[in-house]
């Protein structure tokens, strides 16, 4: 069954901070890898999709990566802003297991003026 | 930009009542899901749905929960003879391919089972 993880579970940095967010998962057989933010008490915003023969993808400020084969995945944030501030959640679809994603338990960052 | 809606966002009811939430997901997906989270847990995945078939659901969907397309635009998901344990955010996501795709969510409907 596959798991996925993300440390630190919490995060608090001040403005203008580079910072990276975890995730790994224990079946490196994925078909492909999504960022997700979410606001307290609010919906999923997607932020990456990274499919799994890509290394990584860019949005803006945003840079994802990921090494299927250690079973990893990195969420690059650059100069971080207070409007950053909330929980990213990375989500795994696997191989030959329908389309279902499998979330990790997020990361709560937390950006201070 | 095209969004996933939810209505309602908020739904209180009692313990053993029936209720419905409902979704109108993007208008060119093809592949509708539900998930659910629960205040302090991860996201679940609840069920997928194409085709007006079920592809796929958890162990979460037992036979009190069912769902629906019953016209072009919406997607519901019933839950009959509600229980505490229930009480959950539901989040509808849509896609327009199998797996290769993106998945959109909507706002969700914050489920209180008293």
């Known amino acids: 069954k596959q798991e996925v993880t993300q440390i630190p579970a919490a995060l608090s940095v001040p403005e203008g901070e580079n910072l990276v967010l975890n995730c790994s998962f224990t079946?490196?057989?994925?078909?492909?890898l999504q960022w997700f933010r979410q606001d307290p008490g609010k919906g999923l915003t997607s932020l990456l999709l990274?499919?799994?023969?890509?290394r990584e993808q860019t949005s803006g400020r945003l840079n994802a990566s990921l090494d299927k084969s250690s079973g990893r995945s990195t969420l690059y944030i650059a100069a971080s802003q207070p409007g950053d501030s909330a929980t990213y959640l990375c989500?795994?679809?696997?191989?030959?297991?329908?389309?279902?994603?499998?979330f990790g338990g997020g990361t709560r960052l937390m950006v201070k003026p | 930009e095209p969004e996933v809606t939810q209505t309602p966002s908020h739904q209180v009811t009692q313990m053993g009542q029936e209720v419905i939430l409902r979704c109108v997901p993007i208008?060119?997906?093809?592949?509708f899901y539900w998930y659910r989270q629960i205040l302090g847990q991860k996201v679940e995945f609840l069920v997928s749905?194409?085709?007006?078939?079920?592809?796929?659901k958890s162990e979460i969907f037992d036979d009190r929960f069912s769902v629906e397309r019953p016209d072009g635009s919406n997607f519901t998901l019933k839950i009959r003879s509600t229980k505490l344990e229930d009480s959950a955010m539901y989040f509808c996501?849509?896609?327009?391919?199998?797996?290769?795709?993106?998945?959109?969510f909507g706002p969700g409907t914050r489920l209180t089972v008293l």
């Open positions: 996501a849509s896609t327009n391919r199998w797996s290769a795709d993106t998945q959109y």
């Open positions: 079946d490196s057989a994925i078909y492909n």
């Open positions: 990274i499919q799994s023969s890509q």
């Open positions: 989500a795994v679809r696997r191989d030959n297991a329908g389309n279902m994603l499998t």
């Open positions: 208008s060119n997906h093809l592949y």
């Open positions: 749905f194409y085709n007006n078939e079920i592809s796929e």
